[in-house]
């Protein structure tokens, strides 16, 4: 039999490898096998998240890392479910709205003093970033971005319907003129005005959201109340269900289908995230995908004060971490916290002033199409019960775009449900 001589390298790398600390990271995004390590390259936000983590666990000395990515629709039941059983990765991605129910219970660690041990510096964090990670003083996770609702646009569909001018998209500026516009789209192409995710996950919810603060209204109130069985609320639903009793829109699509169907050119516009700029601008530079002529637009304002939806990622440690094993996820959180230039390359807004205010930053595709989307976005006053009192609301609003029910009954049971939320 032939033995190999192993080289004094790889050695060293046995060596490095058997005595690594192993961090568990678990994340959403979605599943990208071949990945690599060049953040500069990747493209959409699996593969762009996954390099960043690739080129962590291939570059950060002493440090190995085991990615558990999960699919985003049950990923917080698989959270709380792993710390209930004492086994939370050991870093972890997060939703801003999340934090009080996480940090309220003390699953989170607060870093604020770990930070500058790992070399990463909060006041290059804008103001709004650091205010996303923080609860009750603390600092509970390093932010990655901000991310909002726009409106993607196929300008060709646009353009056909005598709804361009200047080289950019008009918008309608009240519901009676995106009822207007969705008529003419229909009038002139055949094809549906909006398409977006009103049968699956909570992209209607925020559509509804987006349209109550643009009233000044909101869903609870800071000292929590509900708010919801208003006419502000009445006027956000109407303004969307009358595309669907005009058969503008299709209230049955759910996130792939109404993502494939802006695809194929069967939509003018397509409400959806930062997150999928760079995936839509790859996909749009295709002879085969029916999108040709892609632009991104600020969620257009309807009502008398602009807001859309947005919230943002942030990654967290778990409070039980201790000595080596901190260290070494703290190491991980300052390596996604330089790279915050190649996450921004989804779409997302990054946080770091030093990368905003960057030549790189200003030149990413379509940034300056929706420059003005991070003064409009809002969000909810902060609740431990926000993912429930979404659940609710997606049900509710589901009710009433697909089986029929009356818009006062579904807000008015809305509202009794999710004040129960907020008086435990």
Not at 178 to 204: M, N, R, S, W
Not at 283 to 294: P, Q, R, T
Not at 345 to 372: F, I, N, Q, W
Request: proline share 4%; glycine share 6%.
């Amino acid at each position: 039999m032939k033995h190999a001589l192993l080289t004094a390298a790889a050695v060293a790398t046995l060596a490095t490898s058997a005595f690594a600390q192993e961090i568990t990271l678990g994340r959403f995004f979605g599943a990208c096998e071949d990945a690599g390590t060049d953040t500069t390259a990747s493209v959409g936000e699996a593969c762009i998240i996954q390099s960043i983590i690739n080129a962590a666990d291939a570059e950060i000395d002493g440090v190995s890392i085991n990615t558990l990515p999960t699919d985003w629709g049950n990923y917080y039941d698989q959270i709380k479910a792993a710390y209930a059983g004492g086994t939370p990765p050991d870093v972890h991605v997060m939703h801003r709205h999340r934090i009080p129910e996480f940090a309220g219970i003390g699953a989170l660690a607060e870093i604020s003093d770990d930070l500058e041990s790992v070399g990463i510096d909060p006041n290059d964090w804008s103001e709004n970033a650091l205010a996303a990670v923080s609860y009750n003083g603390g600092i509970y996770g390093v932010p990655m971005d901000f991310h909002a609702n726009l409106w993607h646009v196929n300008m060709d569909i646009m353009a056909e319907a005598g709804l361009v001018a200047d080289g950019k998209p008009v918008l309608p500026s009240s519901p009676e003129e995106l009822l207007e516009h969705a008529q003419k789209v229909k009038e002139a192409t055949g094809k549906d005005y909006l398409a977006a995710d009103f049968a699956q996950f909570p992209i209607g919810v925020r559509l509804v959201l987006a349209l109550m603060w643009q009233q000044n209204a909101n869903i609870f109130t800071d000292d929590g109340t509900a708010t919801i069985n208003n006419d502000a609320a009445k006027n956000a639903v109407t303004a969307i269900t009358q595309l669907f009793d005009a058969g503008l829109a299709n209230p049955r699509l759910n996130y792939a289908d109404s993502q494939q169907a802006f695809l194929n050119g069967e939509a003018a516009i397509l409400v959806n995230g930062t997150w999928v700029v760079d995936f839509y601008t790859a996909e749009a530079a295709k002879s085969e995908v029916g999108l040709d002529n892609y632009y991104v637009a600020d969620f257009p304002t309807l009502f008398e004060t602009g807001a859309t939806w947005a919230d943002s990622h942030m990654w967290a440690i778990p409070s039980t971490l201790e000595g080596d094993k901190k260290m070494a996820a703290l190491k991980v959180l300052a390596f996604i916290n330089d790279h915050n230039i190649d996450w921004a390359r989804t779409g997302h807004m990054a946080v770091c002033t030093s990368v905003v205010e960057s030549d790189a930053y200003k030149s990413l595709p379509h940034r300056d199409e929706y420059a003005g989307t991070a003064a409009i976005a809002r969000d909810t006053p902060p609740s431990e019960r926000y993912g429930a009192i979404q659940d609710v609301l997606n049900r509710e609003l589901q009710a009433i775009w697909l089986t029929g029910k009356s818009v006062d009954d579904a807000l008015s049971d809305a509202e009794i449900e999710v004040q129960d939320l907020l008086d435990r």
